[in-house]
């Protein structure tokens, strides 16, 4: 099966810094790469993905980048703010399942 | 739109008891279901996944069970509950036609083993 690392499992940033998380994953195969963010107590919501055929994707303040060469995929937080502070997964898609990173825990400082 | 709903939302079992868990969707047709835990401050591990009514491949050999007997409806089961049983219990759904790889999450059951 697929293998995703993720790191770092913590990080703390001051309100406005950037963010980024990164991960990698084992199977080329992979083609879908989508982030969710968990707040305390709550389900995952996916927050943006990635498809195999696109190196780049920004969503306002979040944005993902994918390297396939490397097998490595990334989630960047511009212009931080304390209700980003959560636990962020990647994940990689591979014959109808998702495989999870351990996640990050990002908290925001103001 | 689709929704997804898991109930009970928590719940406080002894060791030993059975346990169910339910989980449906609405809004959506022929859905990939799957059930994952998580333990306490950890990352999400998947139990079973299912493609259709009678399906369930199971991802992790334990003492839980998981049936499908309808196609909107996944239930999770076990004959006798343990303390490592206890986490946070996500059920999720995807499409099969389209954007099938994206997993949208129902609220979870909080499972606590005393």
């Known amino acids: 099966g697929e293998n995703v690392e993720q790191h770092p499992s913590t990080l703390s940033v001051q309100e406005g810094d950037s963010a980024v998380i990164k991960c990698t994953y084992s199977?080329?195969?992979?083609?879908?790469f989508p982030w969710y963010k968990q707040e305390l107590g709550k389900r995952p919501q996916l927050i943006i993905d990635i498809r195999s055929n696109v190196g780049e994707k920004k969503d306002q303040r979040i944005a993902v980048t994918l390297n396939k060469t490397a097998k490595h995929f990334s989630l960047h937080i511009t212009e931080t703010q304390p209700e980003d502070s959560a636990v962020y997964f990647c994940a990689a898609t591979l014959a109808n399942n998702l495989f999870f990173g351990t996640g990050t825990r990002l908290t925001v400082i103001p | 739109s689709q929704t997804i709903h898991q109930w009970p939302a928590t719940l406080v079992q002894p060791v030993g008891s059975p346990l169910s868990l339910e989980c449906t969707v609405e809004g959506t047709s022929n859905p990939n279901l799957y059930w994952y835990r998580q333990a306490a401050g950890r990352g999400l591990q998947l139990l079973f996944y299912?493609?259709?009514?009678?399906?369930i491949s199971s991802e992790v050999p334990q003492n839980l069970s998981a049936s499908r007997p309808q196609d909107r409806q996944f239930i999770l089961s076990s004959k006798k509950l343990l303390l490592s049983d206890s986490g946070f219990y996500l059920c999720a759904w995807s499409s099969q036609r389209g954007a099938w790889e994206t997993q949208y999450f129902g609220p979870g059951t909080r499972l606590l083993v005393l």
């Open positions: 299912s493609v259709g009514i009678g399906q």
């Open positions: 199977d080329s195969a992979s083609n879908y």
